[in-house]
């Protein structure tokens, strides 16, 4: 056999081997893509059963504030004064609740805060108490921080923590709660300075 026929038998091999090589490779590639596929779907399955398992967790800690409020205003003695009857609608235990009212008063030209609050408590599930409203010092209720209008008629807000250790705040305007999570990366909201500021103030006295 001469030798230019081994060279075209050597060459029709090498690309046979080159075909299936190729074969081989584009279906391991096609496997591994699907094994990939099938992780990134099994990894995002499990991060959902995560947060799901997490929410079910937060809603069986998570307690609910409503309330009514009467306040009044000592003209003579220019201080405000209030009472607010809180009331936990929630399934957790609402801890160093607090509720707070303020208004933005105008004085000739500019506006001056006032904000009244309660003292630190705590509700169970169900559970109802009145808690008298005096002025505070320290950081004052804006709009920022009680979620609506602090003008010359006023606003109020109510704040707590769960046994979880997640913040809340809650603002008439709202079907539900503002949440700051304990585990949560994002920074704190402008409403939680406030409370911060308020839960250390109370604490104190």
Same mark, same amino acid.
């Given at each position: 056999?001469?030798?230019e /026929? ?7 091999l090498? #690309? ?9 490779t ?10 990939? $596929?099938?992780? $990134? ?16 967790? +937060?809603?069986?800690h ?7 409020? *009467?306040t009044?205003?000592?003209? $003579?003695h ?10 936990n609608?929630? /399934? ?7 509720f ?9 030209? &500019? ?14 599930p169900?559970?109802? *108490?009145?808690?008298? %409203?005096? +002025? ?7 709009n +920022? %921080? ?8 006023? #606003?109020?807000?109510?704040?707590? !923590? ?8 809650? &603002? ?5 709660p @503002?949440?700051? /999570?304990? #585990?949560? @990366? $994002?920074? +704190? ?8 500021? !308020?839960f *250390? ?5």
């Amino acid at each position: 056999m001469s030798d230019e /026929r081994w060279v075209a038998i050597g060459t029709g091999l090498l #690309a046979l081997m080159t075909f299936i090589l190729a074969a081989i490779t584009a279906w391991n590639v096609r496997k591994t893509g699907r094994l990939v $596929e099938a992780t $990134e779907r099994s990894a995002a399955a499990a991060a959902a059963t995560v947060i799901e398992i997490q929410r079910d967790r +937060e809603l069986e800690h998570s307690p609910y504030l409503d309330w009514a409020v *009467k306040t009044g205003r000592d003209v $003579e003695h220019a201080t405000s004064f209030g009472n607010a009857q809180v009331s936990n609608k929630g /399934r957790g235990l609402a801890i160093n609740c607090l509720f707070c009212y303020g208004w933005a008063i105008p004085v000739g030209a &500019v506006t001056t805060p006032v904000t009244i609050t309660t003292d630190l408590f705590d509700l169970k599930p169900d559970e109802t *108490k009145g808690a008298t %409203m005096r +002025e505070r010092s320290g950081t004052q209720l804006t709009n +920022e %921080m009680a979620g609506a209008e602090v003008g010359e008629y006023g #606003a109020g807000a109510a704040f707590c !923590q769960d046994l979880l250790g997640n913040h809340y705040r809650f &603002v008439p305007s709202k079907p539900t709660p @503002d949440v700051h /999570r304990r #585990a949560t @990366d $994002e920074a +704190e909201p402008r409403w939680m300075i406030f409370y911060r500021d !308020q839960f *250390k103030l109370l604490s104190k006295s």
